[in-house]
């Protein structure tokens, strides 16, 4: 019995039976469905945080300071936090930099011209901030020393700020109030969208000495950034900056210096790890499919015994017998692995379908998830699932192709 025949006989089967061949299925439709989902998921959130760190900039060096690490040390007393000498000190002692800037995030504040008002995110920022995070000015100037120096009262505005406050008319030298404090409108961004967890288009820099000098008393900053002279200089120029803080804060804890880069790394080992783990779900589920394909396999060789005596009787080989009952078995598992396919992509696709719309009507209008789904693992979900049929099919057909023709007559 050649091929295409043995092809025909295990799709009429599957017609013939098609409730017992859909339950049979359903373990590897929900297995290669789940396997294509995972891809699908886990290959777009990779993509998404190389997109988002791109944004960013991977090479970009952040030094943070943690308040909890901070509290475990015993050098507490020596630790603040960090504050504009040791800025200064990082600029002037760590000549692998090439740009360092200071950022203070004040909060959300309520940003007002005449009778429009909105939300806004204030940072306090220093000049080298706008090349460091790519926020390029449109219109206007940027934040400079002159407004350092003198804790100036102006403000360089995102490209939504513009549009809600101001819509047609010129912000350029024009007066908003934040938070009750009147501000002179010097800079307009470039539209930009969301950086992380920021969206730039919706922020207010000030120079940052304005909110420590006006608000806190005390030059203290939230984090820096840095960038090094050239990218391969990335890990020294961060042990540069750490030899730098340990030397000025007697080695206390609670600084973090790191690079997106490593960031990004991290959430991809991440992600890889998740990605396994539900993939190994999924195997179960199409080993469970495969143990279904077994059984019923065994109720069908036992409902045609005559059939298969029969056949033996007017001259089918064992192996014509053997490769009928695998053949049948890899049909059901294949016609099961397309189904999933099929039902997989659609799944993800939604879920894309899902995260876009969230984070367009949630989180500044980014795209969400970027669903893509491989040639590779269509062919690969294909052959995996016809596989399992003909290994779990293998017993069922070897105990086929033994029965004694005479034998397999006689049964009733």
């Given at each position: 019995?050649?091929?295409?025949?043995?092809?025909?006989?295990?799709?009429?089967?599957?017609?013939?039976?098609?409730?017992?061949?859909?339950?049979?299925?359903?373990?590897?439709?929900?297995?290669?469905?789940?396997?294509?989902?995972?891809?699908?998921?886990?290959?777009?959130?990779?993509?998404?945080?190389v997109?988002?760190?791109?944004?960013?900039?991977?090479?970009?060096?952040?030094v943070?300071?943690?308040?909890?690490?901070?509290r475990?040390?015993?050098?507490?007393?020596?630790?603040?936090?960090?504050?504009?000498?040791?800025?200064?000190?990082?600029?002037?002692?760590?000549?692998?930099?090439?740009?360092?800037?200071?950022?203070?995030?004040a909060?959300?504040?309520?940003?007002?011209?005449?009778?429009?008002?909105?939300?806004?995110?204030?940072?306090?920022?220093?000049?080298?901030?706008?090349?460091?995070?790519?926020?390029?000015?449109?219109?206007?100037?940027?934040?400079d020393?002159?407004?350092?120096?003198?804790?100036?009262?102006?403000?360089?505005?995102?490209?939504?700020?513009?549009?809600?406050?101001?819509?047609?008319v010129?912000?350029?030298?024009?007066?908003?109030?934040i938070?009750?404090?009147?501000?002179?409108?010097?800079?307009?961004?470039?539209?930009?969208?969301?950086?992380?967890?920021?969206?730039?288009?919706?922020?207010?820099?000030?120079?940052?000495?304005?909110?420590?000098?006006?608000?806190?008393?005390?030059?203290?900053?939230?984090?820096?950034?840095?960038?090094?002279?050239?990218?391969?200089?990335?890990?020294?120029?961060m042990?540069?900056?750490?030899?730098?803080?340990?030397?000025?804060?007697?080695?206390?804890?609670?600084?973090?210096?790191?690079?997106?880069?490593?960031?990004?790394?991290?959430?991809?080992?991440?992600?890889?790890?998740?990605?396994?783990?539900?993939g190994?779900?999924?195997?179960?589920?199409?080993?469970?499919?495969?143990?279904?394909?077994?059984?019923?396999?065994?109720?069908?060789?036992?409902?045609?015994?005559?059939?298969?005596?029969?056949?033996?009787?007017?001259?089918?080989?064992?192996?014509?017998?053997?490769?009928?009952?695998?053949?049948?078995?890899?049909t059901?598992?294949?016609?099961?692995?397309?189904?999933?396919?099929?039902?997989?992509?659609?799944?993800?696709?939604?879920?894309?379908?899902?995260?876009?719309?969230?984070?367009?009507?949630?989180?500044?209008?980014?795209?969400?998830?970027?669903?893509?789904?491989?040639?590779?693992?269509?062919?690969?979900?294909?052959?995996?699932?016809?596989?399992?049929?003909?290994?779990?099919?293998?017993?069922?057909?070897?105990?086929?192709?033994?029965?004694?023709?005479?034998?397999?007559?006689?049964?009733?």
């Amino acid at each position: 019995m050649n091929f295409l025949r043995s092809l025909e006989t295990a799709l009429a089967n599957l017609r013939a039976n098609k409730l017992r061949s859909a339950l049979t299925m359903l373990g590897v439709i929900i297995g290669v469905s789940a396997v294509i989902v995972i891809v699908c998921i886990v290959g777009g959130a990779q993509a998404t945080v190389v997109r988002e760190f791109e944004r960013l900039g991977a090479k970009l060096i952040i030094v943070a300071y943690n308040p909890e690490e901070a509290r475990r040390s015993r050098e507490t007393r020596l630790l603040e936090g960090l504050t504009m000498d040791d800025v200064r000190a990082i600029r002037s002692e760590c000549d692998l930099l090439q740009s360092v800037s200071a950022e203070l995030p004040a909060g959300e504040f309520t940003a007002r011209y005449l009778d429009k008002e909105m939300k806004v995110n204030a940072l306090g920022v220093q000049p080298e901030y706008t090349r460091l995070r790519d926020l390029p000015v449109a219109r206007g100037r940027f934040i400079d020393e002159n407004d350092i120096a003198d804790w100036a009262k102006v403000v360089v505005i995102g490209d939504k700020v513009r549009r809600d406050l101001f819509g047609s008319v010129d912000p350029l030298g024009k007066d908003i109030e934040i938070q009750g404090v009147s501000v002179t409108i010097i800079g307009i961004l470039e539209p930009k969208g969301r950086a992380g967890d920021q969206d730039a288009d919706k922020q207010v820099l000030v120079p940052i000495t304005a909110i420590q000098k006006r608000f806190l008393g005390r030059e203290l900053v939230a984090m820096m950034w840095a960038t090094p002279k050239q990218a391969d200089m990335l890990n020294a120029a961060m042990d540069q900056i750490w030899q730098t803080l340990m030397r000025r804060h007697n080695n206390a804890k609670g600084f973090q210096v790191d690079s997106l880069d490593n960031i990004q790394q991290a959430i991809g080992r991440v992600l890889a790890i998740f990605g396994l783990v539900l993939g190994g779900v999924a195997g179960l589920a199409l080993l469970v499919g495969g143990i279904g394909i077994m059984n019923i396999m065994l109720v069908s060789v036992t409902e045609r015994t005559r059939e298969i005596g029969l056949r033996k009787a007017v001259g089918a080989r064992r192996r014509d017998i053997l490769w009928q009952f695998l053949i049948e078995a890899a049909t059901v598992s294949g016609v099961g692995g397309l189904i999933g396919i099929g039902l997989g992509a659609a799944m993800a696709h939604l879920i894309g379908a899902i995260s876009r719309q969230f984070i367009k009507s949630g989180m500044g209008g980014q795209p969400g998830i970027a669903i893509h789904l491989p040639w590779w693992a269509v062919v690969g979900a294909f052959a995996f699932s016809a596989t399992v049929g003909v290994f779990f099919g293998l017993y069922p057909a070897v105990r086929a192709a033994r029965l004694d023709p005479i034998e397999a007559l006689r049964y009733e």
